[in-house]
């Protein structure tokens, strides 16, 4: 959970303002390393305002998580262009030209944005089953009720454009959000349990709708992942054992040095 928070602290906070965590709260770092490439995005006012909402929200995430059940220190977090290039190269299946900025204007920002929050979102709902002290249990759920806002709020903002092409690619929003949550779901090796702003109607709600605004299973439940299948995705290589992506020297914490020793 912590890592996934300190990531979404420094994407949002960055985005939105140009500053990161150790402007806006040194203390929760605990002298981790600062993030690669992390900087403001070019983003019309409305978009900047959620993102600047949502920054201040993880921070009080991290101050949430830390205080219930302890923390670590931020692990280095990969955010520059280069890599979030990588990653959308690696989702459509071939090497876009020019490269994928995420920092260049609203919608790519967003359909950066929507590479995040949901894989923590998913982490808590596979994490709740297995919590026994009330206290964690509390905390999660908390945690989710936001994280799922926000995916919530991103999905929606990106679904506005779902049929838009992205300058200068000839692909459309809808596509891209397909092409991620497919990477998403090879990546983890789970089945499906991910799904773009546009669906067949088999995994539509109901199988009555092709809108797909919320990602949810044929009870219209969330999906839920294990942390190894977090691991995979958010370090982009498929594997737990393998840092890369968002992580190169992998997560801190427990679990993923767990992993990391028997790599």
Excluded: W
């Excluded at 206290?135 to 009720?145: F, H, K, Q, T």
């Amino acid at each position: 959970a912590l890592n996934l928070e300190f990531l979404e602290a420094e994407f949002f906070l960055n985005g939105a303002l140009g500053m990161g965590l150790d402007t806006i709260a040194p203390t929760l770092t605990a002298g981790g390393p600062r993030p690669i490439g992390a900087k403001k995005a070019n983003l019309d006012a409305l978009t900047n305002r959620i993102i600047e909402e949502f920054g201040y929200q993880e921070v009080g995430h991290l101050r949430a998580i830390i205080t219930t059940i302890g923390g670590f220190s931020r692990p280095l977090l990969d955010l520059s262009t280069e890599n979030f290039a990588h990653m959308f190269d690696e989702a459509v299946g071939y090497k876009l030209d020019p490269p994928f900025d995420p920092y260049l204007k609203t919608v790519n920002y967003l359909l950066a944005c929507y590479l995040i929050p949901y894989v923590g979102l998913v982490g808590y709902v596979g994490t709740i089953p297995n919590l026994v002290k009330y206290n964690s249990r509390e905390l999660v759920a908390g945690l989710l009720g936001v994280e799922s806002g926000q995916d919530a709020v991103i999905r929606a903002l990106l679904y506005e454009k779902a049929n838009e092409k992205v300058i200068p690619y000839n692909i459309t929003v809808a596509e891209f959000s397909n092409h991620i949550s497919q990477l998403r779901n090879r990546l983890a090796m789970c089945g499906i349990k991910d799904e773009g702003l546009i669906v067949p109607l088999q995994l539509g709600a109901e199988n009555k709708t092709e809108s797909n605004v919320l990602s949810a299973n044929a009870d219209s439940l969330s999906y839920a992942r294990t942390p190894q299948e977090v691991l995979r995705i958010v370090y982009g290589t498929g594997s737990e054992y393998k840092p890369g992506g968002f992580f190169p020297h992998g997560g801190n914490g427990r679990i993923a040095k767990e992993y990391l020793a028997k790599a």
